[in-house]
């Protein structure tokens, strides 16, 4: 199995993989991306990336249009049969 983080800041990003190490999770099956979701969840689609687990976390102040723009692509790329999670 893998993971894919996805986070928008770089400190965040830095202090996942600080956790991931910590937790003896490292090396090529647990990646860090720093990136927007939508930009990342837009080109995993266009490469055809599918995961069996997605939880996409928006925060509060992302407007419904866009909210609803984010669940769509992370729709695309869950498995059939797999599991999305958007809080």
Known sequence: SRTVTVEPFE????LVRRSLA???LT????RVVC???RT?????????Q??????CA?????????RQKVEGLARAVTAQGGELVVS
């Open 27 to 30: 090396g090529k099956r647990h």
């Open 40 to 48: 990342w969840l837009e080109r995993a689609r266009r490469e055809g």
């Open 58 to 66: 928006l925060p509060a102040w992302v407007g419904e249009a866009e």
């Open 22 to 24: 910590a937790n003896a």
């Open 11 to 14: 400190d965040r990003a830095e």
């Open 50 to 55: 599918v995961f069996d687990i997605v939880v």
């Open 35 to 37: 990136a927007e979701a």
